[in-house]
């Protein structure tokens, strides 16, 4: 019996269903072989069982068809649950192509079962596209450094959709990361200003800060060595860096004046610092650690 019964939306019992040592073969085994397929191995009795059973179901659903869910009463049917050497329950194993490939003992939070469920997913029919895959590896090259590697995989992606979203971020956002400003900007008009994506919106920072950044540090600099006080030099000097791809030096600067000044010049520094964590990326360190640093000088 599904832990979750009779909830509605609940998908259809050959996507959840409870299965015997008789009919473990063709549920689990055979059926793996076209469908990734998770066994829950659990027994009315365990209360973890109870808590991880309606997580399973609620991302198996999720997930709709692209993973199975069968469950297996050990009490009822212990003859794989002991070839499978299972000790303790919950205990979850994942079959693909016949052979367990994944599992977990015990109950895990919400997130994390999905996340397992979702990892899943990707290895059966209806898993990562080949524009999916392209973007995958993009997005790897760019965590490592491999401008030309992430500018040659969204290409591929390009050719396939010439307007595609994600590849026109990223391929702009590797330009700005070569220096090439000219060349985001030409990436950024082919995706016209409608586009929505988080790295279109990081380029587009980026060029604005690029356009409005003074060309030298040293007369800023110079001026608040004489005077910490003075927020225009230090508000000219984090636009210089900013304009110069020092994101973290500019939101250190920028900082500094929210913190002697919250309101100064209309509050300047902080508009500015905004624009600073759209260029540097929402998620990225750079936004993360400012926007705890803001806080913190806001709320103080």
């Known amino acids: 019996m599904s ?6 939306g609940a998908p259809a019992g050959d996507i959840i269903k409870d299965t015997t040592d008789a009919s473990f073969i063709a549920d689990v085994v055979e059926a793996s072989k076209s469908t990734p397929v998770i066994v829950d ?24 068809g692209k993973v199975k869910l069968v469950k297996v009463d050990i009490d009822a049917n212990p003859a794989y649950a002991g070839q499978l050497r299972v000790q303790s329950i919950p ?17 895990l939070p919400d997130s994390q079962v999905r996340a397992f469920v979702d990892k899943l997913a990707k290895l059966g029919p209806g898993g990562p596209s080949p524009i999916d895959e392209a973007l995958e590896m993009a997005r790897e090259s760019l965590e490592v450094g491999d401008m030309g590697g992430a500018a040659q995989a ?17 391929l702009a956002k590797v330009y700005m990361a070569s220096g090439d400003t000219e060349r985001a900007g030409e990436v950024l008009a082919m995706a016209g200003p409608d586009a929505k994506d988080p790295d279109l919106d990081s380029v587009r920072a980026a060029l604005t ?24 030099a230090r508000f000219e000097l984090a636009k210089a860096l900013a304009g110069a791809h020092r994101l973290e030096e500019a939101a250190g600067e920028l900082l500094t004046i929210i913190q002697k000044d919250r309101t100064w010049n209309d509050e300047a520094a ?14 990225s360190e750079i936004a993360r650690n400012g926007r705890r640093r803001l806080s913190a000088i806001l709320f103080s």
């Open 3 to 8: 832990l979750i019964g009779e909830t509605v």
């Open 41 to 64: 191995f659990w027994a009315p009795w365990c209360g973890p069982c109870r808590q991880l059973g309606p997580a399973l179901e609620k991302a198996v659903a999720a997930a709709k």
């Open 91 to 107: 205990a979850v194993f994942a079959f693909v192509d016949g052979k367990p490939v994944d599992g977990f003992m015990g109950a």
């Open 154 to 170: 969204y290409a591929q992606v390009l050719q396939a959709d010439p307007q595609h979203p994600k590849a026109l971020g990223g």
């Open 209 to 232: 800060l690029t356009a409005e950044a003074p060309t030298d540090t040293a007369a800023f600099e110079a001026r608040l060595a004489k005077n910490s006080e003075d927020h225009e």
């Open 270 to 283: 902080r508009k500015q610092l905004l624009t600073v964590f759209e260029a540097a990326g929402q998620m």
